[in-house]
């Protein structure tokens, strides 16, 4: 059973459809007792990295994901489900993150002729061979991507994939029970699927 979490940020009915499609069980909640306890838990999000933290707050859900997170059991964050598992956030320098990583999510800084928000299809390159959930996806595969900001990790052995956008930036990372994306799986066709597959074989 996979447990989605639903916090009013992101595309929760394409996410669990993806993962249906996938043959995953999915339970969609909100509620804290049942996400500290959940089996595997998948996090997504799109929007501001201060309002994120602040909604799960609120909802009494940031302990709830840290508990969940210590437990040592599968976590996989999409756009913001990545981006709150580090310090702090550009954005909203004052917000704290989880602080599971060290760093912090910063804004592209790139000359006119590259749009922000970054959005669209781009490839990415495996930077981490060993990384469970990229055993079937090919180096080079193409996602669907919608962000201004990505993750910069002062810990780089957590890198899992790069991605070319006038410069190099982090697109995922892993490490033990976690891993985590900037783009979104549940928008980006077969390789998206693959990733979700993997993730309910775990």
């Given amino acids: 059973m996979i447990t989605l979490l639903d916090y009013g940020m992101g595309n929760i009915h394409s996410v669990a459809k993806a993962l249906e499609k996938v043959g995953a069980s999915v339970k969609v909640s909100a509620q804290p007792k049942e996400i500290a306890s959940a089996e595997k838990l998948v996090v997504p999000g799109v929007g501001s990295f201060a309002a994120c933290m602040t ?5 009494g859900l940031l302990e709830a994901i840290q508990a969940f997170l210590a437990s040592g059991r599968p976590y996989f964050g999409i756009c913001l489900g990545l981006q709150i598992l580090f310090e702090t956030g550009e954005e909203a320098p004052h917000q704290k993150g989880l602080g599971v990583f060290k760093g912090r999510a910063v804004r592209f800084n790139l000359s006119p002729s590259f749009k922000i928000p970054h959005m669209g299809w781009n490839r990415i390159a495996k930077e981490k061979a060993d990384t469970p959930l990229l055993k079937n996806i090919q ?14 990790p002062e810990n780089r052995s957590i890198v899992a994939t790069t991605t070319d956008y006038e410069k190099k930036f982090v697109s995922s990372v892993a490490q033990e029970n976690i891993f985590a994306c900037q783009f979104h799986p549940e928008k980006s066709q077969e390789n998206g699927l693959r990733l979700f597959e993997s993730f309910s074989r775990i």
């Fill in 55 to 59: 909604h799960l707050g609120e909802k």
């Fill in 139 to 152: 180096d080079g595969s193409h996602f669907y991507f919608v962000h201004s900001y990505h993750v910069q």
